[in-house]
């Protein structure tokens, strides 16, 4: 693989996309070769800023002939390092591709291309009168397109499911220049194999996606927030699969225990929440709908719920700013855990009734290996945010211990039937531990897909798969 671009094939760069859209300089790469995760950073040989579709294909074919390794990079929000150019090459920002092209109210559909904020998108589509459902924590920096290349949750995929759920039809570059579209823009689709949902989750590996045709729903008028203190973690993980039982589904069912809380409001002095000595986490529960009535039913029903366990003084949002307070405390965890210290952040997923288990378990591994652990996540889901914490660990246990810790982790996830990843991808950091999800024979059939796609290996190497 030729990881270095020559004079020739930077000189065949600017002939496709023009000077002013290819660049060498170290301040460039170094700002395209990073992305959320950890303090990563592998600067690509050259970025390039295409315009549209047929400009990818232009660049991929040019790569493709030359086995030039291209990474697709995004708003570079990830956490699991999808984006992030380890064998240098090619780093093919889509930031251009950035407009709302229709939505189409009358099919209750969209067309994007993929740098369009997840928020802004939103947003559009609710002056339509229109919803989008997921809604990542960083949806006001995060990209359709990135959402897409890691099939991204959200805070409401509990009962609107997540990013998969409203991909219709996508048109993709394949690694060879081709331009195909892999389905078609229908509700129901059985002809032949679903390349689109392939695409989807796919970390660019497979294809660069250029535009998302995209299902909405009728806006949601009404909601109920709450937010709900427990004296003992494990029981509000507890109560998650019992409100379930209860015949209740939630909107947005979130997990924070009491770091994950004390460190954002520290981080967020301007949020007003009030935590007691006692209590040890909290479950941020909303259920939306457009009748108040029914609405508030449910809320009771939830809290005949929760009053089975040893909990506080129940918090309901009365108004929208309180609301959007305690939201903002949730989407800021990962933020304040940021700048607490530094860390490793894990996205565990089980079903649901095993999160206690989970949860204890992840306690007993860290007194084991000596770290802390941070747990907050979308509980209604089963996923659990794991942020293991440095504080006073040595850089030697700090490398050594942890990693042995982390596998155990994820062993325990897996045998209680959950994965390694929920929402955050498998990218670079996480790849070497896909061997406790996934059989050698499941492998090698995933490994055989993205060698039908990409036979030359260009696209995104060094991803997803075990070294």
């Not at 020559?6 to 000189?11: G, S, V």
């Not at 904020?117 to 589509?125: D, K, Y």
């Not at 479950?283 to 709908?289: Q, S």
Request: a negative charge; aromatic letters at 8%; glycine letters at 8%.
């Amino acid at each position: 693989m030729q990881t270095q671009i020559n004079l020739a094939i930077l000189q065949e760069l600017e002939h496709i996309l023009g000077k002013q859209y290819v660049f060498t300089d170290i301040d460039t790469r170094n700002k395209y070769g990073h992305d959320e995760t950890e303090d990563y950073v592998f600067p690509p040989s050259v970025v390039v800023k295409p315009a549209d579709a047929n400009e990818i294909a232009a660049v991929l074919k040019l790569a493709n002939q030359n086995k030039i390794p291209v990474t697709t990079i995004g708003a570079q929000t990830g956490l699991s390092g999808g984006a992030l150019s380890i064998y240098e090459g090619i780093g093919l920002s889509t930031e251009r591709l950035n407009k709302i092209i229709h939505i189409d109210e009358q099919n209750l559909q969209v067309v994007v291309e993929p740098a369009v904020i997840t928020q802004v998108l939103r947003e559009a589509v609710s002056e339509k009168g229109l919803f989008y459902p997921p809604d990542p924590s960083s949806q006001g920096s995060c990209w359709i397109g990135g959402n897409v290349a890691e099939n991204a949750g959200g805070a409401r995929a509990v009962k609107y499911g997540v990013t998969k759920d409203y991909v219709l039809n996508l048109e993709v570059v394949l690694a060879n220049g081709e331009i195909i579209w892999t389905g078609a823009n229908t509700l129901k689709n059985a002809t032949g194999y679903n390349l689109t949902q392939l695409m989807v989750g796919s970390e660019g590996t497979l294809a660069v996606i250029t535009k998302i045709v995209m299902k909405l729903l009728p806006k949601v008028n009404n909601n109920v927030l709450m937010l709900v203190p427990f004296y003992q973690a494990e029981q509000a993980c507890e109560a998650v699969s019992a409100i379930f039982r209860a015949g209740i589904v939630p909107s947005a069912l979130e997990f924070m225990e009491r770091d994950a809380i004390d460190w954002t409001l520290k981080y967020n002095p301007n949020i007003s929440v009030v935590v007691q000595p006692e209590v040890q986490a909290h479950l941020l529960i909303e259920v939306d709908g457009n009748y108040p009535d029914i609405l508030f039913q449910e809320a009771e029903k939830i809290m005949m719920v929760v009053e089975q366990f040893q909990i506080d003084d129940v918090l309901f949002a009365d108004t929208e700013d309180q609301k959007n307070a305690l939201w903002k405390m949730r989407r800021s965890v990962a933020e304040a855990v940021k700048a607490n210290s530094v860390y490793k952040e894990e996205d565990t997923v089980v079903p649901r009734f095993e999160l206690p288990k989970l949860l204890a378990g992840i306690k007993q591994i860290g007194n084991k290996y000596g770290f802390k652990s941070v747990c907050y996540g979308h509980a209604g889901d089963g996923n659990l945010h794991v942020n293991i914490i440095k504080g006073e660990m040595t850089d030697e246990n700090w490398q050594t211990e942890v990693t042995k810790g982390i596998r155990e982790i994820f062993e325990l996830t897996v045998s209680l039937k959950g994965t390694i990843s929920g929402e955050h991808g498998i990218g670079f950091v996480q790849k070497n531990y896909m061997d406790i999800a996934f059989s050698e024979v499941e492998l090698q059939l995933m490994k055989g897909i993205k060698a039908v796609f990409d036979p030359n290996n260009i696209l995104n190497p060094g991803k997803i798969f075990p070294d």
